[in-house]
């Protein structure tokens, strides 16, 4: 269970509660999906008492349906950064805190989420205790899937496939990105996904820059390529998924750009072994790009992990030695862009299995061009 997770990671980090503000870290230890925009939730966990969660009233009902039995709402005014919100929310934190006998003890923060100005808060509420930073800790509880999530994350990439295809289905010169974007979040809600983990991708031409550049009014046109990034939400696990297609039959230039792209993403996924660190990863993909003269037409990092976000934490870039482990599920990514040619961007999902092998997820091929 993942709360008994949280409590032995309590006791060798020599932390006695956590205090978590974080949507995508409540919503992976209770259930329940903080309501974007009613105000901010808490969640406050002990080694030995129950959990408490701290909700909006308007989220009040929602939360009932959430593992935590505990729940106690406060009033939220309809401007989520006014005063009256602010202390409504500090009271109901200072009396549970309060309860739990935590104000003197040790108390987990998620330093990379909450501002310096609530940090500040906390300390005056609690000039006692003594805060630690277990944002990294969180990063290491999510990343590990069981099962279930695996399932779920593997049912929200069959989703965001089949919007792929009718992207591919759909784009020709003439047509604005904006319309294939329509025709594959239409394809995404009839196969099954309640959202989209980030806006629709579809980029043309010199909009194929940024690889996640929102779907335009631009009309697209002969002869370039164009981006296709899809997040499918299912059971709110994200997938994420790129391909790359061209109008009409790409010129040598453009076949090489390309070709350079999908066979720097195939490198890597055929190279995963037990052990591997994101940087390897990074590594592997930048040696084909280095190789072929196209190192500095990289676009920023070479894949990242994937959950209840499409982008989550370890990032794989040069700088990152965190290894991937059992129970992960990783994207790959690889992104080059030329001034006169346009951009390609490829991102495939992977598992790597309790078992120490990995399994490509994907059924689109990369070969869209």
């Given at each position: 269970m993942r709360l008994n997770r949280v409590k032995r990671t309590m006791t060798r980090e020599e932390v006695d509660g956590f205090l978590l503000f974080n949507p995508f870290n409540i919503r992976y230890l209770t259930g329940h999906k903080p309501t974007e925009g009613l105000g901010p939730s808490a969640l406050i966990l002990t080694k030995d008492g129950a959990p408490w969660l701290i909700v909006p009233q308007l989220d009040l009902e929602l939360a009932k349906s959430s593992w935590i039995k505990n729940i106690r709402p406060y009033q939220s005014n309809p401007l989520p950064s006014s005063a009256t919100e602010s202390v409504a929310l500090e009271n109901c934190i200072k009396e549970v805190v309060e309860s739990l006998n935590l104000t003197s003890r040790i108390i987990g923060v998620e330093l990379d989420f909450v501002t310096a100005r609530w940090f500040e808060k906390l300390k005056h509420l609690f000039p006692e205790a003594g805060f630690k930073d277990i944002s990294s800790i969180l990063i290491e509880l999510r990343m590990a899937k069981d099962e279930a999530e695996i399932e779920h994350l593997k049912a929200s990439l069959k989703i965001a496939e089949c919007?792929?295809?009718?992207?591919?289905e759909v784009i020709q010169?003439?047509?604005?990105?904006?319309?294939?974007?329509?025709?594959?979040?239409?394809?995404?809600?009839?196969?099954?996904?309640t959202g989209t983990g980030y806006p629709t991708v579809i980029a043309s031409g010199?909009?194929?820059?940024?690889?996640?550049a929102r779907a335009s009014n631009r009309e697209i046109r002969d002869s370039e390529f164009v981006v296709i990034a899809i997040s499918a939400v299912y059971q709110e696990y994200c997938s994420d998924v790129a391909r790359t297609v061209i109008t009409r039959k790409p010129n040598k230039s453009q076949k090489h750009l390309f070709e350079c792209a999908r066979s720097s993403l195939e490198v890597a996924i055929e190279q995963l072994t037990p052990g591997i660190s994101c940087r390897d990863i990074a590594l592997l993909v930048y040696s084909v790009a280095e190789e072929q003269g196209y190192a500095e037409n990289l676009f920023g990092t070479m894949g990242h992990s994937i959950g209840l976000q499409p982008r989550e934490q370890p990032l794989f870039n040069f700088d990152n030695d965190t290894p991937i482990i059992p129970g992960q599920v990783f994207c790959i990514e690889t992104g080059l862009h030329r001034p006169k040619l346009g951009g390609v961007y490829l991102c495939d999902m992977i598992v790597h299995q309790k078992d120490e092998t990995f399994t490509l997820l994907n059924e689109v091929p990369l070969t869209t061009v």
């Open positions: 919007g792929v295809r009718t992207a591919i010169p003439g047509i604005t990105e904006i319309e294939v974007a329509a025709e594959v979040e239409h394809t995404l809600r009839k196969a099954g996904a010199p909009n194929t820059r940024c690889p996640y």
